[in-house]
């Protein structure tokens, strides 16, 4: 199965290695995954690439196999931060 188009959604948790996600559709466990994200900031991330671990009531959540280092960077300086109401916006690409 190979399904490509922009899923959209947001991040409703942020870790270093992991995202929970609610998405506008349903991906099955261990789907691969590239994404790309908007960072509070308006920037864009480069491709984050993952594989779904947990998908239930509507929350998907993936683990990041690859971030490349300004991405990794930008999360880490997400997560140092205090808790604001800026949020982590995507389009998402579905590989399986």
Do not use: C, F, M
């Not at 996600?21 to 308006?42: F, H, I, K, S």
């Not at 971030?67 to 399986?96: H, N």
């Amino acid at each position: 199965k190979h399904v490509e188009g922009e899923l959209t959604g947001s991040v409703r948790r942020l870790g270093r290695r992991r995202l929970e996600d609610a998405l506008d559709v349903a991906l099955a466990p261990l789907t691969n995954q590239r994404e790309r994200v908007t960072w509070p900031d308006g920037r864009r991330s480069g491709d984050l690439y993952g594989k779904v671990v947990a998908a239930a009531a509507g929350v998907t959540t993936i683990h990041l196999t690859s971030v490349d280092p300004a991405d990794d960077a930008a999360l880490a300086r997400l997560l140092a931060a205090p808790t604001a109401g800026g949020g982590v916006s995507y389009g998402a690409e579905e590989r399986a």
